[in-house]
């Protein structure tokens, strides 16, 4: 990242996010013609991910600082997570079928069998790669890869530990963790408002996704009102005193976990971020059954949604473009990996007729994980958006597993 940004100020850096924020808002809904027929074209999603990593990339603001994200990810994320839930019809999300764990699942295997199968391929051009290199060997740091592209950060670090990842390059690999997966993110934004158009041409049944749709919708049209004072305030009430709550579960639970039952660190039980993701959820669920769901009528999840676009913001400006040319054949084997994941992905969505939102929101709650899967889950419709934390939650408990074996076939290659 820049270190001689413009702007490093991080009041600056999130006054000029918001001002891209509402710049996109305002001319995705603007009636000049041109307007119309750019965002015909390009997602409104797209455009507030994609330009704060121009920003960054070309030094304006400073992506090296996370307060920002740290900021979007523990505040505004579990508060979203809960607004964005009260309007949650578990009836009718079982109603969608086990084709959104299927497909999760073979996203799971993509990110298995791709990294061998891109180390093969890639040292075929660059036979290096094979080299054993002790603690800075290629295929070490690419359980690491593996590790945050199943689960998240927490088994990241329990694949450097068990593998005995060299800094060097684990430092390397974390690049190609972060602008890979953000560039797959960024195919999946755009796909999503064309899933209609993808379903009729595949063939996908998605019947039970639209009637969850339509419900959530009619629900919302047959309810809403302007909001009040006291309403709005209710909301932030409500959102972030679950925040709040949550994040005393996590400050609870983790060391807990971490003391009582060492053990279940392979579970990600000792990581405080998948404790308050899992609680606010959990809260947001159960508010659902309350009288707390009418909120949903007054704007909840509209706020709840500000909360998921700003978080879109604060994950773009982590990505540096020109990092893909400081080590270019790392990125060629990440692209291939992941290229091996995304085929597998559509490939099996075709055979077994899933909708493309179970394809993508399957893959990014892989490959993204808790702070992600509900954005590209929300860019198909915001009720959706709990479907991809339950999937993201699923992620962590398989992480350490299947990202262990996964070193264990590219160990047996290297050797």
Not at 25 to 51: E, G, N
Not at 317 to 342: K, Q, R, S
């Amino acid at each position: 990242m820049p270190v001689d940004a413009i702007f490093t100020n991080q009041a600056t850096v999130f006054g000029l996010l918001m001002l891209v924020l509402g710049a996109v808002f305002y001319t995705a809904h603007s009636s000049h013609p041109f307007w119309q027929r750019f965002y015909r074209y390009v997602p409104a999603l797209l455009l507030c991910y994609f330009i704060p990593s121009l920003l960054n990339t070309f030094g304006v603001i400073d992506g090296s600082d996370n307060t920002l994200y740290y900021v979007a990810s523990r505040f505004l994320l579990p508060t979203a997570l809960v607004l964005l839930t009260l309007n949650l019809d578990l009836k009718a999300i079982a109603s969608l079928g086990p084709k959104a764990i299927v497909m999760f699942l073979v996203g799971t295997a993509g990110i298995v069998i791709g990294a061998p199968i891109a180390l093969l391929l890639t040292s075929a051009l660059f036979p290096e790669l094979l080299n054993n290199n002790g603690p800075e060997s290629v295929w070490r740091g690419m359980t690491t890869v593996a590790g945050s592209w199943i689960g998240g950060g927490a088994n990241q670090t329990a694949m450097k530990e068990i593998y005995g990842v060299g800094n060097t390059i684990f430092s390397s690999m974390i690049a190609v963790d972060v602008i890979v997966a953000n560039m797959w993110m960024a195919v999946l934004l755009f796909l999503a408002p064309r899933a209609k158009q993808w379903d009729e041409r595949t063939g996908a049944d998605a019947s039970a996704l639209e009637s969850l749709r339509q419900k959530m919708s009619q629900w919302q049209r047959e309810n809403e009102v302007i909001p009040s004072l006291t309403q709005i305030m209710l909301i932030l009430a409500v959102g972030f005193g679950a925040m709040a709550l949550s994040h005393i579960a996590a400050d609870y639970l983790a060391p807990y976990f971490q003391a009582n039952f060492p053990e279940l660190k392979r579970y990600s039980l000792h990581s405080g971020f998948f404790w308050l993701i899992v609680t606010a959820t959990t809260i947001g669920v159960l508010l659902s059954l309350t009288r707390a769901r009418n909120l949903a009528a007054v704007g909840a999840a509209k706020l709840g949604s500000v909360g998921i676009y700003v978080l879109v913001a604060s994950i773009g400006m982590h990505m540096d473009i020109t990092a893909i040319v400081e080590a270019p054949v790392y990125f060629l084997l990440g692209g291939i990996w992941m290229l091996v994941h995304a085929s597998l992905m559509l490939i099996t969505a075709k055979l077994i007729k899933a909708p493309l939102f179970y394809m993508a929101v399957g893959s990014q709650a892989n490959v993204g994980g808790a702070a992600s899967a509900p954005v590209v889950a929300a860019a198909f419709h915001p009720a959706l958006a709990p479907v991809g934390v339950l999937l993201a939650v699923l992620g962590y408990v398989l992480g350490t597993y299947m990202a262990w074996f996964c070193g264990q076939i590219l160990q047996a290659i290297a050797a």
